[in-house]
């Protein structure tokens, strides 16, 4: 009896890693990077931007809003790039975290000399073991000549939350192991540097 209970357990087991590995493919089928109902698809973040609402009212103007779109898709286009150069592992993404970067950072290119066209982008990521990877450098209009730049630090979930937001994948691997799993926190830093300034420090926001 007790080892037909120790079979019975180990098919039990088989088949729980099964329906797992059936969900990861079905989520992984036709995206580079992976999203779930908690970190919604790329398609949905669009819709959210579309509706002309943020994080700090509505946007005046449709062509303000379509740049903040474009820059959604940007961030977007960098993590899809990262994820195969530099990480090597699978990335999951909060469902509003590019929507507020972006907002965050057209609203802070809004004073500056030639608005966001002035505009260079870093993203980093930082690890729970505080390791930090430079994801990408991205110039918003390559044509205008850069009058500040924007640090983006996007930050690796703790296990501890993981394991609550996502029960059913205790078992993933965590962080940026070769084709592991990273799960991103909803919060983010921005540092703005001012190049037309002399000696102008960095300003950090964090969100």
Same mark, same amino acid.
């Given at each position: 009896?007790a080892?037909?209970?120790?079979?019975? %357990?180990?098919?039990?087991?088989?088949? *729980?890693?099964?329906?797992? &590995?059936q @969900?990861?493919?079905?989520? #992984?089928?036709?995206r580079?990077?992976?999203? @779930?109902?908690?970190?919604?698809? &790329?398609? =949905?973040?669009?819709?959210?931007?579309? =509706?002309?609402?943020?994080?700090? %009212?509505?946007?005046?103007?449709?062509?303000?809003?379509?740049?903040?779109?474009?820059?959604?898709?940007?961030?977007?286009?960098? #993590?899809?790039? &990262?994820?195969?150069? @530099?990480?090597?592992?699978?990335?999951?993404?909060p469902?509003?975290?590019?929507?507020?970067?972006?907002?965050?950072?057209?609203?802070?290119?809004?004073?500056?000399?030639? %608005?966001?066209? %002035?505009?260079?982008?870093?993203? @980093?990521?930082?690890?729970?073991?505080? *390791?930090?990877?430079?994801? &990408?450098?991205?110039?918003?209009?390559?044509?205008?000549?850069?009058?500040f730049?924007?640090?983006?630090?996007?930050?690796e979930?703790? *296990?501890?939350?993981?394991?609550?937001?996502?029960?059913?994948?205790r078992?993933m691997?965590?962080?940026?192991?070769?084709?592991g799993?990273?799960?991103?926190?909803?919060?983010?830093?921005?540092a703005?540097?001012k190049?037309?300034?002399?000696?102008?420090?960095?300003?950090?926001?964090?969100?």
């Amino acid at each position: 009896m007790a080892g037909l209970e120790k079979v019975l %357990g180990k098919f039990r087991e088989l088949y *729980k890693r099964k329906l797992i &590995a059936q @969900t990861i493919e079905g989520v #992984l089928e036709n995206r580079e990077v992976i999203e @779930t109902d908690y970190c919604k698809n &790329a398609e =949905d973040l669009m819709a959210m931007l579309e =509706d002309e609402r943020n994080s700090y %009212g509505v946007f005046e103007h449709q062509t303000e809003l379509k740049q903040c779109v474009e820059l959604a898709h940007k961030l977007y286009a960098s #993590l899809h790039q &990262a994820r195969v150069n @530099t990480l090597e592992c699978e990335i999951l993404i909060p469902s509003q975290m590019l929507r507020k970067i972006s907002q965050d950072v057209m609203r802070m290119c809004a004073n500056e000399p030639y %608005g966001w066209r %002035g505009c260079v982008l870093y993203l @980093t990521l930082e690890e729970n073991n505080l *390791k930090k990877t430079e994801l &990408a450098r991205i110039e918003l209009d390559p044509t205008t000549v850069a009058t500040f730049e924007l640090s983006i630090t996007i930050h690796e979930e703790p *296990k501890f939350h993981i394991r609550k937001i996502l029960p059913n994948f205790r078992q993933m691997r965590i962080g940026c192991s070769r084709w592991g799993t990273l799960v991103l926190s909803q919060g983010f830093t921005i540092a703005k540097h001012k190049l037309y300034i002399h000696n102008s420090k960095w300003e950090t926001y964090s969100h």
